[in-house]
């Protein structure tokens, strides 16, 4: 009954509540991973548009960009970097990132990331026993993300993992 409660009002954040996966336990050691998800507005609200994963070497394991259902009418470049022409010729869809996380993921890992909650509902994934929402406040803002006019406001993921990792005892 509390698990039915628990899933009903998590899959109140989510565009399409149907396409809402969870990943699951597997048979091996948790490991820790940045996430960082980029939106783009489309007619049915923001949409994932890119998703980038960093193993806890700080190294990529995880990077597409991703064609979302609807037709785009703002690709938001200033914040997400995203233009017209990389997402020109895309094919993977939102179902197929799903397929491919919920293989690399375990409900036992650690997902880390600026805004964790935000990327978490553009995926449509629930992660729920190990997911950290980071205070940004108490991370060192020495390293940031190149990013046009806005990379004051970024971190850099590698960095992000790092500072996170350094503070795990």
């Not at 409660?5 to 989510?14: C, E, I, K, P, T």
């Not at 980029?38 to 193993?55: F, H, N, Y």
């Not at 470049?77 to 799903?98: K, R």
């Amino acid at each position: 009954q509390e698990e039915l409660v628990h899933d009903s009002m998590v899959r109140q954040g989510f565009l399409d509540k149907s396409m809402v996966v969870s990943t699951r336990k597997r048979n091996w050691s948790a490991k820790v991973f940045a996430v960082d998800c980029e939106m783009v507005k489309t007619s049915r609200g923001k949409e994932l548009a890119w998703v980038t994963m960093l193993d806890w070497k700080g190294d990529p394991y995880f990077d597409t960009l991703v064609k979302p259902q609807a037709d785009i009418v703002d690709y938001n470049a200033a914040y997400s970097g995203i233009t017209q022409e990389m997402l020109q010729g895309v094919t993977t869809t939102l179902s197929d990132v799903q397929q491919s996380i919920l293989g690399r993921l375990s409900s036992n890992d650690i997902l880390i990331g600026h805004s964790i909650d935000s990327d978490l509902r553009s995926l449509h994934l629930e992660h729920r026993k190990v997911t950290i929402k980071l205070d940004l406040s108490r991370l060192s803002t020495g390293v940031v993300w190149v990013h046009h006019v806005w990379a004051q406001f970024y971190f850099d993921p590698k960095q992000m993992l790092a500072n996170f990792l350094s503070n795990v005892h």
